[in-house]
């Protein structure tokens, strides 16, 4: 006969076994209460174990641990999440359509109304209209705006707009993408946003004019065509400053880097919280994005040559900010007049007051 054990080991085991089992008990106490209302529930209704799944949820099952510190490992359902889950849709749709209905709004406008000119001709005296450090700060945050626009329109719409359409391969390459080249590109916008906004606030507190010109607003609708006049920056694009870059900017900075850099413990709960508030504030951002993109390229020629190059005509300044133009005229505006402008600077400006 073989032996599986030697005899000497039997006591050995059975003494391991009983302690084992007068230790479990008391390492891991039984909830009574838990333990008959979960055997009345198998009775009246089989198969529901809610009383147990409360208790997950809840976080007070004394069987629910983990190796893993930290905050929340200990949590293995969390209620939030299917709050946030289910929030997520509609913030988006109502995101979508303000976004369509900004698009709908630009093109009426334009089909109405046309690119807004000048009427005087050009008298080929060049203003410099913004410095070098200037134009370069804009065009990083503008350029970093719309890379984060399309790449978070097509996290958040993708799946509904994308993924019927190309299918899963391609969405799921192009999905990868976005969200990488979303995550790179953030940091380029919270470094140079700061940046913009010192440079420009200075021009965009309220000033005399301002009120006039939003009781007309800015003469876009007036028979006459002309616009009234305003200081270096209008009142409507004092308030695209003040809400995009300042307000909304922050706001998306804020809910971004807790996102972006989950080590610094920040729970799941807060992380979604930030995730509907930067969704939300991103909708709104492109929202007021595509009225000032559409103002600055094809809705007032000469506006993207002028934030291009640096300078503009004489006479587009006279006409869209008359009273920055006589403070320049006068010498007391920081900008001036330039001679020693390149010809091909000069051919660039006078072709953006025709096209």
Known sequence: MIRLFPCKRVPTLLAMMLALVLVAPAAYPADDNGAKEQAQRQLSQPGNNA???????EGVNPYQTTQVRGVETNVLVQPSGQSWRQLRPPVAAAGGSLIAAALLSMLAFYWWRGPIGVHDPATGKLIKRF????????????????????????ISFGKYMLLPVIGYTLFSWIAIFAK?????????????????????IRDNFPERGDLKWLLSFGGLFSKRGRETPSGRFNFGEKVLFWWMACILGAVLCASGAVMLFPNFEQGRE???????????????????????????????????????????????AKEHHELWYEAVKAGKAREHFADDVPQEVRAQVEQGLKT
């Open 270 to 316: 807060l992380m979604q919280s930030a995730n509907i508030v930067h969704v939300s504030c991103a909708m709104v951002m492109i929202f007021l994005a595509a009225f000032h993109i559409y103002i600055g390229t094809i809705g007032t020629r000469g506006a993207y040559q002028g934030m291009r190059t640096g300078y503009v005509d004489e006479t587009w």
């Open 180 to 200: 990488n080249l979303h995550n790179f590109v953030a940091p380029v916008f919270f470094c140079a946003l700061p940046v913009m906004v010192v440079l420009f």
């Open 51 to 57: 009383p147990m799944w409360r208790d997950v949820r």
């Open 131 to 154: 410095s070098d450090a200037e134009r370069f700060t804009h065009w990083t945050v503008a350029i970093s705006v719309c890379v984060l626009g399309i790449t978070g329109m097509i």
